[in-house]
């Protein structure tokens, strides 16, 4: 390379390189505007619409009204509870089903006959449509009368419980758990299995104790994959809608409303687009805060854990 | 570390109440184990198993593991059943195909030129559109769809160009919400292909397309099967927005959409909607089952090591 470009005279070969990049990135570059267009900027024109006051049914009351819509999101009764309940369910799901994944991959990690059926079978939840996974809990499983939980749970004196309709967030999170658990398994096995085994050898030869290694060593090995799992996993459940919408309907009454069904209400059954696009752009500022604050969460307490042994 | 635990393991091999505290609970660790193997997988079957149960079968006070007289009438009920009157079930599962395909089709042409200029070339507002790129993935779909709808219902209203309504529509809306991420994922493989490599074989007299098709596509596939994977899934999977888009128009209803009018045609027919659910799962589980080691490595080369 630095031979061809040595011996041709300087600035002949600058402009001949650029127009060479030119050439290259042109191509690229519609690509490129369409990415930007159809991913930048329905967000913008989200922030743009949030201004103004404007209903769909009626025509011509269109204005523009500054932070107005912000007020009165943040007055709404209806829009807190959404709120509070979308936070309860994204902790929740995405707490609970990490732990069973981790649980479950540390599992997955060691050798027993029948692994690959095994790791298999424990993939499935994640790829049922969503809707199905709300309907088979909804019904078979969750059915006050006929469900198979109440039937599992007759001997503990649980076995009339209307699940769905007298908790119904519990119902919901459930579900969710189900089926984020096999992602959350997924993920950090990948990590388990990049994990160098001299470093655990080392671990044993220095007499470390299995919960020590685990704290100590494969932790912190696998933050960047749990980070990962946590960051995708919440963004996902924050936007869960068709778990919502098929079990409960948000009820009963507002009860299991979370953000985007109750968005979808009032955009699509009250045409209230200004004050939808206001709870929109809350619930994008809301996520990277508290997607954020969950990992600095998480990982100060295990990383204090992990100083406190070594 | 070493010095305070160094005696340790001699210790744990000879206490009998060590050994008994720790085969304790390595049992408790394995039946905690299976306990949620059976709340995953369990759930599976039983949705299977209802789906071939008859009638009489499905409400019993007493549930049977397996079905005592296994019947195909529930999935003939959904082929065959007229969920929606007028609308065939082979045209829903058409309509799904084609929507998902296309918007895998779109996202992955796109994504994979667009990753190449994140990743490969310098230029202004690089950093701020990669910026942008993973904060926009955090987006929920809701805020996006506002306007989104908004705008296809203008250029709908302003050009003619049916968007509402229509597979057109959806397709472009699915490959809008799935970029972001599909991006996201190649930059990693894209980065990972070293410079001099494509140098090298431009200077053998290799043209941009020859080092195109034959250097970065090999290196890039796994990550663009990965990103197809993921953009597949999510289309295939995706209701809101064909809930909200598709309205009226019955006949471009995608599988989804379709299964929540079972619930609220046939609401208390479980085998009915377990043989739907099973019927539009199943084929993705197996399509999945030959590629997940794809998807997993490209989800965590692109995030992990990017």
């Known amino acids: 390379m630095s031979a061809a470009t040595g011996t041709a005279p300087a600035p002949r070969a600058r402009a001949a390189e650029r127009a060479q990049g030119w050439a290259l990135r042109a191509p690229l570059l519609p690509a490129l505007v369409f990415t930007v267009v159809v991913t930048q900027l329905p967000f913008l024109v989200t922030v743009f619409y949030s201004l103004q006051s404007w209903n769909l049914l009626r025509p011509g009351s269109r204005t523009f009204v500054g932070p107005a819509n912000y007020l009165a999101v ?10 509070s309940n979308t936070v309860l369910f994204t902790a929740a799901c995405v707490l609970v089903s990490m732990a069973l994944g981790v649980g ?135 936007n869960t809608f068709d778990t919502i919408y098929m079990m409960t309907q948000g009820g009963p009454g507002t009860a299991s409303a979370n953000l ?25 500022v809301g996520t990277i805060i508290v997607a954020t604050l969950a990992l600095r969460l998480i990982f100060r307490s295990f990383m204090s854990a992990q100083e406190g042994i070594s | 570390m070493s010095a305070t635990t160094a005696t340790r393991p001699a210790a744990r091999r000879t206490d009998p109440l060590l050994r008994a505290r720790r085969i304790a609970g390595r049992t408790g660790l394995y039946a905690a184990g299976l306990a949620v193997f059976a709340f995953s997988v369990f759930p599976v079957y039983w949705m299977i198993a209802t789906a071939f149960k008859p009638g009489g079968e499905l409400f019993a006070r007493e549930p049977t593991l397996l079905p005592r007289n296994p019947t195909l009438d529930n999935f003939d009920q959904v082929v065959n059943g007229n969920v929606i009157p007028g609308v065939d079930f082979w045209q829903f599962l058409v309509n799904s195909l084609t929507v998902t395909l296309g918007s895998v089709a779109v996202g992955a042409v796109l994504a994979l030129l667009a990753a190449i200029a994140v990743a490969r070339f310098r230029f202004r507002l690089r950093t701020t559109l990669i910026v942008t790129l993973m904060v926009v993935q955090m987006v929920p779909v809701e805020a996006l769809i506002i306007s989104i709808f908004i705008n296809f219902r203008q250029i709908q209203e302003g ?62 596939a796994p990550g663009l099967v990965a990103a197809s994977i993921f953009a597949f899934i999510t289309a295939w999977n995706e209701f809101i927005i064909a809930l909200t888009f598709l309205g009226r128009s019955s006949e471009t209803y995608t599988l ?47 995030a992990v090591k990017g």
């Open chain 1, 74 to 83: 943040f007055t709404d009764a209806q829009f807190l509870g959404a709120a």
């Open chain 1, 104 to 238: 479950l991959a540390m599992l997955l990690d060691r050798r027993f006959p029948g692994r690959g059926v095994v790791r298999t079978l424990l993939i499935t939840p994640f790829l049922i449509i969503p809707v199905a996974t709300a309907l088979l809990w909804k019904t078979t499983m969750f059915d006050p009368v006929f469900g198979l939980v109440g039937f599992v749970l007759t001997p503990f004196g649980l076995g009339d419980v209307d699940w769905v309709s007298q908790y119904p967030l519990v119902s919901v999170v459930t579900a969710m758990v189900w089926q984020w658990t096999p992602f959350m398994m997924l993920l950090v096995l990948a990590g388990l299995q990049s994990q160098g085994r001299d470093v655990i050898e080392a671990g044993q030869v220095d007499g470390a104790s299995r919960w020590q290694m685990f704290v100590g060593i494969t932790l912190p090995h696998l933050r960047r994959y749990i980070e990962l799992g946590v960051l995708l996993g919440s963004i996902y459940v924050v």
């Open chain 1, 260 to 284: 985007p069904f109750y968005i979808y209400q009032r955009t699509f059954l009250g045409f209230d687009i200004g004050q939808s696009a206001a709870m929109g752009v809350v619930v994008v």
């Open chain 2, 159 to 220: 050009t003619g160009v049916e968007l509402l309504g229509t597979l057109t529509g959806l397709v472009l809306a699915y490959s809008a919400v799935s970029l972001p991420i599909t991006i996201m994922m190649l930059r990693g493989f894209v980065a990972a292909v070293p410079k001099e490599l494509e140098e090298a074989a431009a200077i053998d007299g290799a043209g941009h397309w020859t080092v195109f098709w034959r250097i970065l596509m090999p290196l890039v």
């Open chain 2, 256 to 302: 989804p959409l379709t299964l929540s009018y079972y619930f609220g045609r046939y609401g208390t027919d479980w085998g009915s909607i377990m043989a739907a659910s099973s019927l539009l799962t199943v084929p993705v589980m197996i399509f999945f089952l030959f590629v997940q080691r794809r998807m997993v490595s490209g989800l965590t080369m692109g």
